[in-house]
């Protein structure tokens, strides 16, 4: 939705799309009111050639190129936007802490050579197109390959229509501002889940109605308190996809012409009725034995879950396993997965691929001793990632809390067990164990002390004796409330994963390094994998922190 300009009454601050080089002072003709982040998008990795600032789930500033792959895009078995792929700032995709680089597109003969289209050369593609040929000697089965990406993909930048809505000048500034009040916050589009209700609705089903019922047996449970009716749609098209999968195999057809198992937005869409009534109840029950495997694992509310969206491939495999989730083995390597999720940071953003791997490979793994799935061997953790886990906004945050609560941690006051009726009753929180007065009376830097390293689980009432007091004289203090003997209490406090004698020193630098050790050996554990204390963050760029400060 663009504004023409040239109104008087209508003048608003102005700047130019991000990434725009502009010389001397460009008056524009016409304004962006809606659809800038697209247009920003677009302008970025189509038309300047240069490589894209950006996020990635885990917040961190990276620079990035965008490829198509011309295979996968040529290839109907996938979706278009499965053949986009991003790089570094060097052009390559590295794994095992950059030692091994698995694709490298850093010199154009290496685009040609991998079937690799620069996405920032859609505007200039008969150049690219000329050096490709030159580079395949003109190979005539290559030059054919090239016709059908130009007339398939490229063709299809050049002709898109896109939809424009002009205001005109002479609107009054009263409807410019009801307009873009509206499109910035009004306009919300239909979800998934409210044209399903409308499809269903033809076959006198009430969707809602049905999810008003699901949602009360999720009451129960304060874990799925944020589970959401797409969430739920989206879980029973990744077992109805997996279940037409297996179907199909079973008589008899070859691998290649199965159908993917798949929830993306497309598969939920075509969601029928017959398959969501059959596959609902089981999806359900996998929700619930989620959220007990949880609180088992000291998760207790939707507050303290990682990753909302690892419900939905958790209900999936769930809802496939079934009771044989008890047997401790099983149990074991389910968990093994979801702590790799967690720690490797796995669950931020587009997930559905993940989630269409997780479900055949980690019921295959618990069921039959197949292969270790692909989010296990993905996952990954850095010690120096500890440093800025500082609120609840990191997954990683959440689960070191969690595993923090293992091994019958106590509160250091009531020396009761932390666990689902001491966590209500007691008002649990994360709160520093060196206080905040204390570190910066004694310049102890702000990344240490106020990171997860510094942090457990405590009763609000024993935090509030804990006050900005050395650790030496608070800990006498909250000794004589709880009223036990020395050794009772030194047990108390290494529940909470560290060791008192640094405490009793007020000796910040070896408590830190110590207790840094004590929650990474927890995490291998949880992961059952090594990490290797050496190593640096695997992302390139700077951390850039959005946490809000507790």
Not at 84 to 102: L, T
Not at 257 to 275: E, T, V
Not at 522 to 544: C, D, F, S, T
């Amino acid at each position: 939705m663009l504004l023409e300009t040239g109104n008087e009454n209508v003048r608003f601050k102005i700047k130019p799309v991000e990434g725009v080089k502009l010389n001397g002072n460009v008056k524009p003709d016409l304004l962006i009111l809606d659809g800038q982040q697209r247009i920003t998008s677009l302008y970025q990795t189509i038309m300047t050639n240069e490589v894209v600032t950006t996020r990635n789930e885990k917040n961190y500033e990276i620079k990035r190129w965008y490829y198509i792959d011309m295979v996968k895009a040529m290839d109907e078995s996938y979706d278009l936007e499965e053949a986009i792929i991003s790089v570094n700032e060097k052009k390559q995709i590295a794994e095992n802490f950059g030692r091994s680089i698995v694709l490298d597109l850093s010199k154009k003969e290496f685009e040609y050579k991998n079937l690799m289209y620069p996405v920032s050369m859609i505007g200039d593609y008969s150049v690219w197109r000329r050096e490709f040929n030159e580079y395949w000697h003109y190979d005539r089965g290559k030059s054919m390959f090239w016709d059908e990406f130009e007339k398939k993909i490229i063709n299809n930048f050049h002709k898109y229509m896109l939809p424009v809505i002009i205001m005109k000048k002479e609107n009054p500034k009263e409807a410019v501002c009801q307009v873009f009040e509206k499109v910035n916050t009004g306009g919300v589009p239909l979800n998934v889940f409210e044209l399903l209700t409308a499809t269903y609705a033809a076959d006198e089903f009430d969707l809602k109605t049905d999810w008003q019922k699901i949602k009360e047996k999720f009451k129960n449970y304060k874990v799925l308190a944020s589970v959401s009716n797409t969430d739920l749609i989206q879980s029973i098209t990744l077992l109805a996809t997996y279940k037409r999968k297996l179907e199909l195999a079973q008589q008899g057809i070859p691998e290649e012409k199965l159908p993917a198992i798949s929830c993306k937005r497309k598969d939920m869409l075509n969601l029928s009725l017959n398959d969501y009534k059959r596959y609902r109840d089981l999806i359900v029950e996998g929700f619930i034995k989620a959220a007990k495997i949880l609180f088992e694992n000291h998760i207790f509310t939707d507050r303290d879950l990682p990753y909302a969206t690892q419900l939905i491939p958790m209900s999936a495999i769930l809802a496939v396993i079934g009771n044989n989730i008890d047997n401790l083995g099983n149990k074991k390597k389910f968990m093994q997965w979801y702590w790799c999720g967690v720690f490797g940071e796995l669950y931020g953003s587009s997930n559905e691929t993940r989630y269409a791997l997780d479900l055949p490979q980690v019921v295959d793994w618990i069921m039959n001793n197949g292969v270790e799935p692909k989010t296990v061997y993905d996952a990954n953790f850095s010690p120096s990632r500890l440093y800025t886990l500082r609120t609840r906004n990191s997954a990683a945050y959440k689960g070191i809390y969690a595993l923090l609560m293992d091994d019958e941690t106590r509160d250091w006051i009531s020396a009761t067990k932390i666990d689902l009726s001491t966590y209500f009753s007691e008002s649990i929180d994360i709160h520093h164990i060196f206080p905040v007065a204390w570190c910066e009376e004694h310049g102890i830097k702000k990344e240490d002390y106020n990171c997860i390293i510094n942090k457990t689980p405590l009763s609000s009432r024993t935090n509030r004796i804990v006050s900005g007091d050395a650790p030496s004289i608070y800990l006498k203090k909250i000794q004589k409330h709880a009223g036990v003997g020395d050794e009772e209490f030194l047990d108390i406090l290494k529940s909470h994963v560290l060791s008192p004698e640094f405490l009793y020193a007020d000796d910040f630098e070896k408590f830190f390094n110590d207790r840094k050790e004590k929650i990474l050996q927890r995490i291998e554990k949880a992961m059952n994998k090594p990490i290797p204390r050496e190593a640096k963050q695997l992302e390139e760029g700077v951390y850039i922190s959005e946490d809000v400060e507790e």
